[in-house]
């Protein structure tokens, strides 16, 4: 059993996410990826948070694929005229679900 320590994800350039966000936009809808959920850890979310700033007004999560078929997410800043923040951090391969699975979560 893996435990999380609040490190969980990658810092991701705007071109890494970029390509992620469009593996799954470009992937055929009758077998894209399924998988239940990812895990992103308390420290790379405040770095997230952090680094952009007084104009951080919340998370957009995107769904991505990486380079190797996994699905996930990527997840970037966005200011308050909706546009994204990619010139910031972003995040993108928290560990997935299945295989780090809440065992007694409602959700699952």
């Not at 390509?19 to 405040?46: A, C, I």
């Not at 078929?69 to 972003?90: R, S």
């Amino acid at each position: 059993m893996s435990v999380f320590d609040g490190n969980e994800g990658s810092i991701v350039t705007e071109t890494v996410a970029a390509g992620m966000t469009h593996n799954y936009r470009e992937w055929p809808d009758d077998s894209k990826p399924v998988f239940n959920g990812q895990f992103f850890g308390k420290n790379k979310l405040k770095e997230l948070i952090d680094d952009c700033g007084s104009e951080f007004m919340g998370i957009r999560i995107y769904n991505a694929v990486d380079d190797n078929g996994a699905p996930g997410f990527v997840l970037v800043g966005v200011k308050a005229d909706e546009n994204d923040l990619t010139d910031k951090v972003m995040l993108a391969s928290g560990p997935a679900c299945p295989t780090c699975c809440a065992s007694s979560s409602p959700l699952m």
